[in-house]
């Protein structure tokens, strides 16, 4: 919950980083968005400022509606018309349909699709307004802060992972399935959707009438919410780049949008575009991240999220393999299993192609040659072809450099 404080001779509104990946990537993304309304943010276990005037709430409401805009649609051109139209990511836990005449229709559900007069409310009550804490107080069961507010039913669209998983939520002890938190988690739940300084890839998987769509969220976890901030501040400015299926684009020139099918070849190409970007500045494994959270959604007929923990071992080890060359874009990205003899179907290479690439980016990410190799074995008569030039360099680099071997 957000507190007044007294600074000096001023109140203040204070919120305190949570410790759990979710959270404290919103904290952050609220102070991000605060800093560009020009508020000035301290950074201190948590993020304070003094409470948002009129014009300012107006601007972070327009902000907001900007993203949703950015961050929860994507272009499609139409079968029939051909007219390029915007359309939804329903892969994630946002939206809802709903029937008017024959005409079924999607919107945003929750903090983000309410009227941005209503938008406006809320902020003025959580960051702006001085809270009367004189009537019956409830306790959140996320923040475990107390609010005079009332309590919200905690969705997926407030915890991504609110339907399986509690563990990684600290203050929760429970394990009921459902939950309520205050008004500040819903807010704060809802907005991260619309971060732009999170890493993901999304991907459709068709097999004869049924299709799944998998997407991937990677957010770094790092204790230090000031450095969490420099961090994603330059993923913002000079890393990511917003697309239709990846906001992290390939390096090559090509003209067809390629995307990233797996959570290690994401950060595989990040790490990559990180290091052409803090190529002259000398501390490199200072500026990259190695402990992620890796957040999956996956729909076909239901909904699913996993979460999964990625501990990344000496990453200092890409600097040097940089130097030589780009693991994934010189050489997992032009790997691809080939029939040995006739009959495999398209399907089947392609399945394994994804297959081949996620275990050599995964073996390099994680340092493990035994994944790595699994990629070479033959299956359903296909064999790995891959660039040979670049195989050798990327095993003398990695493993037999400095007597690694
Ligand atoms: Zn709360």
């Given at each position: 919950m957000a507190r007044r404080e007294m600074q000096g001779d001023d109140w203040v509104i204070r919120i305190e980083q949570y410790h759990d990946w979710w959270f404290d990537n919103a904290v952050e993304f609220?102070?991000?968005?605060?800093?560009?309304l020009g508020v000035d943010v301290v950074w201190d276990g948590g993020i304070s400022f003094e409470p948002l005037d009129e014009d300012e709430v107006e601007r972070l409401v327009e902000e907001i509606e900007r993203l949703i805009e950015v961050k929860l649609k994507y272009p499609k051109e139409s079968d029939e018309t051909g007219v390029i139209e915007k359309k939804w990511r329903v892969y994630l836990p946002l939206t809802a349909s709903n029937k008017r005449g024959d005409y079924k229709y999607k919107y945003l559900s929750g903090f983000l699709g309410k009227e941005p007069k209503l938008k406006k409310d809320i902020i003025t009550l959580l960051l702006s307004d001085q809270l009367n804490g004189q009537k019956k107080k409830k306790i959140c069961e996320i923040c475990s802060k107390s609010t005079v507010l009332g309590l919200i039913d905690v969705t997926q669209g407030v915890y991504p992972v609110s339907n399986n998983n509690l563990e990684s939520l600290n203050g929760v002890r429970s394990m009921k399935t459902s939950f309520k938190s205050c008004l500040l988690c819903n807010f704060l739940g809802y907005i991260e959707w619309l971060d732009r300084g999170i890493p993901f890839t999304w991907y459709m998987d068709k097999r004869g009438n049924s299709k799944t769509d998998y997407a991937y969220y990677l957010f770094p976890k790092i204790e230090n919410i000031q450095d969490m901030h420099q961090f994603k501040?330059?993923?913002r400015d000079d890393i990511l780049n917003e697309k239709k299926y990846s906001n992290v684009v390939p390096i090559s020139n090509i003209k067809k949008e390629r995307y990233l099918t797996d959570e290690y070849s994401l950060l595989l190409l990040l790490f990559e575009k990180m290091n052409e970007n803090i190529k002259n500045l000398?501390?490199?494994?200072?500026?990259v991240c190695d402990e992620w959270a890796k957040l999956l959604i996956k729909k076909g007929e239901l909904r699913y999220s996993y979460l999964e923990e990625i501990h990344i071992p000496q990453i200092e080890r890409f600097k040097k393999i940089f130097e030589e060359l780009l693991p994934y874009s010189d050489f997992v990205s032009h790997s691809f299993a080939s029939p040995l003899k006739e009959g495999a179907s398209k399907e089947i290479i392609q399945r394994l192609t994804k297959e081949d690439q996620y275990l050599m980016s995964k073996g390099i990410i994680m340092d493990d040659f035994?994944?790595?190799?699994?990629?070479?074995?033959?299956?359903?008569?296909?064999?790995?072809s891959t660039p040979k030039d670049a195989l050798d360099y990327l095993i003398y680099t990695w493993r037999c450099k400095d007597g690694t071997i």
């Open positions: 609220l102070g991000h968005l605060l800093e560009r501040k330059r993923l000398e501390k490199w494994d200072d500026l035994k994944t790595f190799s699994k990629a070479f074995q033959i299956r359903q008569n296909c064999r790995l």
